[in-house]
């Protein structure tokens, strides 16, 4: 789309030449209203290029966290499994306050640490 546009505005300035050599048998009023139009696009379509290119580097910033995350939750992990049940039991006693099981085994968690420090999403510890 912007290399359709750019296109287009290089040859409005090149009729714009002609114009002015004479050669062209196109109205400058019209020419002019067309050049500026085509500019706007291409400004329109520059603007689309920065958004999209802001937006990916925001995915990238966010990938990254995910993904540091994720290496400390499957750190965290690792050791709980290497664990024998009464370690585990301690780990546990120590990161939760209360767990409640409603019907239909809706699960609810009381953290004694913020889930951001555990590297859990707040949104996912409100029902399992």
Sequence with gaps: ?????????????????????????????????????????????????KTLESRIQNNEHVKTSLSQQFDVMKTWADIYDECDLENKKMILSRIMKSVRVKRGYEIEIDWTVECEQLGINAETTQMF
């Design 1 to 49: 789309m912007y290399q359709k546009h750019s296109t287009e505005v290089l040859e409005y300035e090149a009729e714009v030449i002609k114009v002015i050599r004479g050669e062209s048998k196109l109205n400058p009023d019209l020419l002019n209203k067309l050049y500026e139009d085509a500019k706007e696009k291409v400004t329109e379509a520059e603007q689309s290029i």
